[in-house]
DNA sequence: ACCAAATGGTTATCTTGCTAACTATAACGA
DNA sequence: TCGTTATAGTTAGCAAGATAACCATTTGGT
């Protein structure tokens, strides 16, 4: 019904690709946000929180929030800016830095199965086209 | 950084589709996802809280909610099944049937619009592949 | 006829997303 | 210098998504 559009064929993808990655990242303790926030802190130690939202197209409440959750799982912490006192640089912990590798793998691993299920093809056109319709639109 | 994947680019897509839809649907009262439920309601009258759950790639609890919402806005109604009393269907009522043509005119037009702002070829591209992901998937 | 399984739906609870409004710090202009 | 503006971040409150567990009704086998 309604299979020409935008808004909900983006969203009911959205809800499946979140279970996919979530069965995964259930392995770490981690819902798919909170494992994406890890992952960009981890590549990139002492980024603000600002930056976190900006790259994975959140708000910044949202942001604050998922860093939180982290920290409460002490898997990253947060140090204040030492030039500029508004900053808080966001750092993975030791034990968030255990995660680095084996998240990573497991994304990998995700993503290579499900380019396999859905044929390398689709899996390109839809992924490099949701990227231009995001340029377009952001 | 996550440009190559299929949860970011689906999740952060559905993220700028809800923001245009929501602007014009606020006009009706409405979010998204409540205006959605009624254009099946109105479409398919007598319809299953389930069907429309299945339709929308929704859970049951999230169809039963927002049926809720729009029965507390007057817009649609549940009666009992006469034959199956565990069947409860939904009709809308006079005040939703007199959003029909307008939600549905001003549905096309925003699809017409971003069509336009992205460029048709690329549109196309990615409601088609988007689908076909969602098939391979479901 | 009756009890167990199946079916349709709801309730409870949690996470994520948003916007609006707020605090704290820094930068700037008269 | 001092008050205004700008910036980084958080808090509060709501909507929507999910799962797990629960009612209510029907079906069906013995």
Redesign the pocket.
């Known amino acids: 019904m309604f299979d020409h559009c935008l808004y909900f064929n983006s ?1 009911a993808l959205a ?1 499946l690709a ?2 996919e990655w ?1 069965l995964v990242y259930a392995e770490f303790g ?5 494992g994406f926030v890890l992952r960009v802190v981890l590549a990139t130690p002492g980024c ?4 976190v ?1 900006d790259l ?14 982290l920290s409460d799982k002490g898997l990253i912490e ?1 140090r204040q ?1 030492e ?8 750092y993975a912990t030791r034990a968030g830095k255990a995660l680095d590798r084996p998240i990573n793998e497991a994304s990998a691993q995700i993503a290579k199965n499900l380019r396999a299920k859905i044929g390398p093809e689709l899996f390109e056109a839809a992924v490099t086209s949701m990227h231009g319709v995001r340029k377009a639109l952001g």
């Open positions: 969203s809800r979140e279970r979530g981690l819902t798919p946000p909170q603000l929180s600002s930056q939202a994975l197209g959140i708000a910044r409440p949202t942001a604050t929030r998922l860093i939180d959750n947060r800016g030039t500029d006192g508004r900053e808080w640089r966001v």
